[in-house]
């Protein structure tokens, strides 16, 4: 296995899944697209699958409702912990980072 480096292809984000998010999740966002907890949340967040909390948008297709159409993130710098903690928390099938270890 290889050091983790981002190669900004945007699989991890079109993986179809649910990305849980935590309430300092949810003002992290907020905070950075500058709208309140509760925009956010109408905007774009439903309610997790599990029923107990939110979860982020998907668009048709699988993808992130913040994944921009050249792949990016557009709140990267208050993405969830659920991302931050890809691919040492989570892996994704087809990614170039799925055999990456922490370094």
């Not at 984000?13 to 999740?25: E, H, Q, S």
Request: charged fraction near 15%; include cysteine.
């Amino acid at each position: 296995m290889s050091p983790f480096a981002c190669h900004r292809c945007g699989t991890c984000c079109r993986w179809p899944g649910t990305v849980l998010l935590t309430a300092a999740d949810v003002a992290a966002a907020a905070e950075f697209l500058g709208m309140d907890t509760r925009t956010l949340i109408q905007k774009h967040a439903a309610l997790a699958p599990n029923r107990a909390q939110l979860a982020l948008q998907e668009t048709p297709d699988g993808a992130c409702v913040f994944l921009d159409p050249a792949g990016r993130c557009q709140i990267y710098p208050a993405r969830p912990q659920q991302c931050r903690d890809f691919p040492h928390g989570w892996r994704v099938a087809g990614c170039p980072a799925a055999g990456a270890t922490e370094t």
